[in-house]
């Protein structure tokens, strides 16, 4: 009797001490990416830095919250991508993945998502489609999309002359909605598609395809792929002349590690669109250094920089609920929070999934324009947040149907 | 014919049948004690690799082309299943008709040649067949058909969770193990091995090799379809790993660490397998390197495969 009353009490007094002091909240993420391919620098091993950078930080004074992480390789494969989410939902009681930096994977996994009931949250996957006609209630498109890199690089490079266009397309849902979501704000603009030619996925060999792109006399060639395909496709257009020849480049998704690979004697020039570069502001510079001792030489991406915003939301949106929330009960807080980060600054989620914040249109520096390693971009025109993304109406979310 | 029946029958049968009701005591238990999902993917596996065995264990011709019914026969099941909108019963039976098709027109090329030649022609065969994979609509291209819905068997019991579609999966496994164990020992599989042992003498024997070898083909690529359809009902997406020509050569790593030409070894060869890829998923790369290495270890230690060898030890056949 005396043991239980003690026992009472001293549930009592846990109880009062959790009520007193904050909830108690434990998490587990599940960091998935391209660890070995052409993605693996744009995403990758850079991800799961950055992850454990946001986890360190918001938990560093909150010590009623954990939170553990693991982290996994898809293999830019859409069923060894869905086969994982299913075990890390499943077995391993993942409550979040997030990053994947394929197209093809994160529709796959946002499938698996909405049908578990979790979260994902889509830091490196660029296809519009995942907060458009493929949206779900339990996905989040952090960073960037194709709708946003074609209304930066396209209109600009219409703009300033370049009316006629032909693509060079990666042959998969990132390339295809890149592409077309393209090919929309050129004809929109006044300039005219030529023709387009579509590749697989991590190619070596592009000369005949830009040997295509030559015959067809357009003025753009627009490279509708990323990573490993765009550092290949830009070195190989460089041997055949294609820019001495009077065509221009477009890259229609280029990143800051793209351009390190690539060095600024080739990279010159390009014109690129990007949500957050790292060196904008003292605190992006911060925590590039903080990031580097992980990755030491590389500079970070905006993928990273996602992921990293990605999960301190996150963790905001889970600690204010409390409990163990589900995949549906956790995205609807997290689009009705503003967001507030040290790199993207004060934005929001939208209905449809969409996260919102201001876009950058670069120019890659000349070589003696660049004063230090990393030195990569100057700044043309700064894309306003409301401006920068897909009209709310327009993506056929059936997410905003409803309301 | 009645002779050697006869003396095969006393010790290997109950050997047989032990190791059967061990098997399908395992198929009951297994789904609470491990993960389902990892369990399906090994049943599929299992049954495809059982497919394979058929063809090489018992009639010797080494096809090196068994992803394209595998990979195939799961686009169709996807395809008739989130278009069509089949029962998930039906978008299997249509995945696996379809490897029939094709079983009956490449088998009918490639067992023209024995050997090295036709392992080739089943190679260039399956990556012709990948192309169209990778190039054509339906197939969704490096994206593959995804969100298939597991829909409802017979139209009544929904599938979706997994312990419900594991039965499912379980009795189409026992159904391709069944058929397998008929045709090796019935007369006509007596006939196959009698060919893979010496084919002039079957010839000279009067038998018509070559359909004999047909026949052996289609079944081999009808239940390797089987397999690759369940397994893009269960997994609810069909993709080009399924076709690729890795796929091929995986079999018959299976095949081979479990035992050529044993009942069960194709089965243990599957698990072996699948549950190095599951369980051992956090060395990413390394995967590979860890399944060459018990690859070169199998070859050299024991070359009749893990069942090959237990049935060795204990004397009896698998």
């Given at each position: 009797?005396?043991?239980?009353?003690?026992?009472?009490?001293?549930?009592?007094?846990?109880?009062?001490?959790?009520?007193?002091?904050?909830?108690?909240?434990?998490?587990?993420?599940?960091?998935?990416?391209?660890?070995?391919?052409?993605?693996?620098?744009?995403?990758?091993?850079?991800?799961?830095?950055?992850?454990?950078?946001?986890?360190?930080?918001?938990?560093?004074?909150?010590?009623?919250?954990?939170?553990?992480?693991?982290?996994?390789?898809?293999?830019?494969?859409?069923?060894?991508?869905?086969?994982?989410?299913?075990?890390?939902?499943?077995?391993?009681?993942?409550?979040?993945?997030?990053?994947?930096p394929?197209s093809?994977?994160a529709l796959?996994?946002s499938?698996?998502?909405?049908?578990?009931?979790?979260?994902?949250?889509v830091s490196g996957a660029a296809s519009s489609d995942l907060s458009g006609s493929k949206c779900?209630?339990?996905t989040i498109h952090w960073t960037y999309d194709t709708w946003m890199l074609a209304n930066g690089t396209g209109?600009?490079?219409?703009?300033?002359?370049?009316?006629?266009?032909?693509?060079?397309?990666?042959?998969?849902a990132f390339?295809?909605a890149l592409?077309r979501d393209t090919?929309?704000v050129?004809?929109?603009?006044?300039?005219?598609?030529?023709?387009?030619?579509?590749?697989?996925?991590?190619?070596?060999?592009?000369?005949?395809?830009?040997?295509?792109?030559?015959?067809?006399?357009?003025?753009?060639?627009?490279?509708a792929?990323a990573?490993?395909?765009?550092?290949?496709?830009?070195?190989?257009?460089?041997?055949?002349?294609?820019?001495?020849?009077?065509?221009?480049?477009?890259?229609l998704l280029?990143?800051?590690?793209?351009?390190?690979?690539?060095?600024?004697?080739?990279?010159?020039?390009?014109?690129?669109t990007e949500t957050?570069?790292?060196?904008?502001?003292?605190?992006?510079?911060?925590?590039?250094?903080?990031?580097?001792?992980?990755?030491?030489?590389?500079?970070?991406?905006m993928i990273?920089?996602g992921?990293?915003?990605?999960?301190?939301?996150?963790?905001?949106?889970?600690?204010?609920?409390?409990?163990?929330?589900?995949?549906?009960?956790?995205?609807?807080?997290?689009?009705?929070?503003?967001?507030?980060?040290?790199?993207?600054?004060?934005?929001?989620i939208r209905?449809d999934g969409r996260k919102i914040h201001?876009a950058?249109?670069?120019?890659?520096?000349?070589?003696?324009?660049?004063?230090?390693?990393?030195?990569?971009?100057?700044?043309?025109?700064?894309i306003?947040?409301?401006?920068a993304f897909r009209p709310l109406?327009e993506g056929?979310c059936?997410?905003?149907?409803?309301? | 014919?009645?002779?050697?029946?006869?003396?095969?029958?006393?010790?290997?049968?109950?050997?047989?049948?032990?190791?059967?009701?061990?098997?399908?005591?395992?198929?009951?238990?297994?789904?609470?004690?491990?993960?389902?999902?990892?369990?399906?993917?090994?049943?599929?596996?299992?049954?495809?690799?059982?497919?394979?065995?058929?063809?090489?264990?018992?009639?010797?011709?080494?096809?090196?082309?068994?992803?394209?019914?595998?990979?195939?026969?799961?686009?169709?099941?996807?395809?008739?299943?989130?278009?069509?909108?089949?029962?998930?019963?039906?978008?299997?039976?249509?995945?696996?008709?379809?490897?029939?098709?094709?079983?009956?027109?490449?088998?009918?090329?490639?067992?023209?040649?024995?050997?090295?030649?036709?392992?080739?022609?089943?190679?260039?065969?399956?990556?012709?067949?990948?192309?169209?994979?990778?190039?054509?609509?339906?197939?969704?291209?490096?994206?593959?058909?995804?969100?298939?819905?597991?829909?409802?068997?017979?139209?009544?019991?929904?599938?979706?969770?997994?312990?419900?579609?594991?039965?499912?999966?379980?009795?189409?496994?026992?159904?391709?193990?069944?058929?397998?164990?008929?045709?090796?020992?019935?007369?006509?599989?007596?006939?196959?091995?009698?060919?893979?042992?010496?084919?002039?003498?079957?010839?000279?024997?009067?038998?018509?090799?070559?359909?004999?070898?047909?026949?052996?083909?289609?079944?081999?690529?009808?239940?390797?379809?089987?397999?690759?359809?369940?397994?893009?009902?269960?997994?609810?997406?069909?993709?080009?790993?399924?076709?690729?020509?890795?796929?091929?050569?995986?079999?018959?790593?299976?095949?081979?660490?479990?035992?050529?030409?044993?009942?069960?070894?194709?089965?243990?060869?599957?698990?072996?397998?699948?549950?190095?890829?599951?369980?051992?998923?956090?060395?990413?790369?390394?995967?590979?390197?860890?399944?060459?290495?018990?690859?070169?270890?199998?070859?050299?230690?024991?070359?009749?495969?893990?069942?090959?060898?237990?049935?060795?030890?204990?004397?009896?056949?698998?």
């Amino acid at each position: 009797m005396k043991r239980m009353i003690s026992m009472t009490a001293l549930t009592i007094a846990l109880a009062a001490g959790t009520a007193h002091a904050q909830q108690q909240v434990t998490v587990k993420i599940g960091v998935m990416s391209d660890m070995s391919s052409l993605y693996a620098d744009i995403g990758g091993p850079g991800s799961v830095a950055a992850a454990k950078m946001a986890i360190a930080d918001y938990t560093k004074d909150r010590p009623n919250v954990k939170v553990e992480m693991i982290s996994g390789d898809h293999q830019n494969k859409p069923d060894v991508g869905s086969n994982l989410a299913n075990q890390w939902f499943d077995v391993d009681k993942v409550d979040m993945i997030i990053d994947i930096p394929n197209s093809g994977v994160a529709l796959a996994v946002s499938q698996v998502a909405s049908q578990k009931n979790k979260l994902f949250i889509v830091s490196g996957a660029a296809s519009s489609d995942l907060s458009g006609s493929k949206c779900n209630a339990n996905t989040i498109h952090w960073t960037y999309d194709t709708w946003m890199l074609a209304n930066g690089t396209g209109k600009a490079m219409v703009k300033t002359g370049g009316d006629t266009w032909f693509f060079l397309t990666a042959d998969y849902a990132f390339g295809h909605a890149l592409e077309r979501d393209t090919d929309a704000v050129v004809v929109k603009n006044g300039g005219k598609v030529l023709g387009k030619v579509r590749h697989p996925l991590n190619t070596n060999d592009f000369s005949s395809f830009l040997l295509q792109a030559q015959a067809s006399k357009a003025k753009v060639v627009g490279l509708a792929n990323a990573g490993g395909d765009t550092i290949n496709s830009i070195k190989q257009a460089a041997e055949f002349g294609i820019v001495k020849g009077g065509q221009s480049l477009a890259g229609l998704l280029v990143f800051a590690s793209d351009v390190a690979a690539l060095g600024l004697p080739t990279a010159q020039g390009l014109a690129l669109t990007e949500t957050w570069y790292w060196d904008v502001n003292d605190a992006n510079r911060a925590w590039t250094k903080r990031w580097q001792v992980e990755r030491p030489g590389k500079f970070p991406t905006m993928i990273h920089a996602g992921v990293y915003a990605g999960i301190t939301h996150y963790l905001k949106a889970r600690e204010s609920m409390g409990g163990a929330p589900d995949g549906k009960a956790i995205t609807e807080k997290m689009k009705s929070m503003p967001t507030d980060d040290i790199l993207f600054g004060k934005g929001e989620i939208r209905a449809d999934g969409r996260k919102i914040h201001d876009a950058y249109l670069f120019e890659v520096k000349k070589p003696e324009e660049s004063k230090y390693p990393g030195d990569f971009y100057k700044t043309r025109a700064t894309i306003p947040a409301a401006e920068a993304f897909r009209p709310l109406a327009e993506g056929g979310c059936s997410l905003v149907n409803k309301s | 014919m009645e002779t050697p029946r006869a003396t095969a029958n006393t010790p290997s049968k109950t050997g047989e049948r032990i190791a059967f009701a061990v098997m399908v005591a395992a198929l009951i238990a297994a789904p609470f004690f491990a993960y389902p999902l990892f369990l399906m993917q090994a049943l599929c596996f299992a049954l495809f690799a059982c497919a394979f065995n058929l063809l090489i264990g018992y009639g010797g011709l080494l096809s090196f082309g068994h992803a394209l019914y595998f990979g195939w026969a799961s686009y169709l099941a996807a395809h008739s299943a989130k278009v069509w909108g089949f029962t998930p019963e039906l978008a299997i039976l249509t995945g696996a008709a379809t490897a029939a098709v094709f079983g009956l027109v490449t088998g009918a090329l490639a067992i023209r040649r024995q050997g090295i030649y036709f392992a080739m022609i089943t190679l260039a065969l399956a990556q012709m067949m990948f192309f169209f994979a990778l190039q054509m609509k339906f197939t969704g291209g490096e994206d593959g058909i995804q969100a298939v819905p597991r829909g409802k068997l017979f139209g009544l019991f929904d599938l979706t969770s997994h312990m419900a579609m594991y039965p499912v999966v379980a009795v189409f496994f026992l159904a391709g193990f069944l058929i397998i164990h008929r045709v090796i020992n019935s007369p006509f599989g007596e006939v196959l091995k009698a060919i893979r042992e010496n084919e002039p003498r079957a010839i000279s024997l009067g038998y018509k090799t070559e359909r004999y070898k047909l026949v052996a083909f289609v079944l081999s690529a009808t239940l390797a379809g089987m397999a690759g359809a369940t397994k893009a009902i269960v997994f609810q997406i069909a993709s080009l790993t399924d076709v690729y020509w890795t796929m091929s050569g995986e079999v018959i790593l299976m095949t081979l660490v479990g035992g050529l030409g044993t009942l069960f070894g194709p089965v243990v060869g599957a698990i072996t397998i699948i549950a190095m890829q599951t369980y051992l998923n956090a060395f990413e790369q390394w995967v590979t390197v860890i399944q060459g290495t018990i690859f070169v270890a199998c070859v050299l230690l024991f070359r009749r495969g893990i069942v090959g060898e237990l049935a060795r030890a204990l004397k009896i056949k698998l």
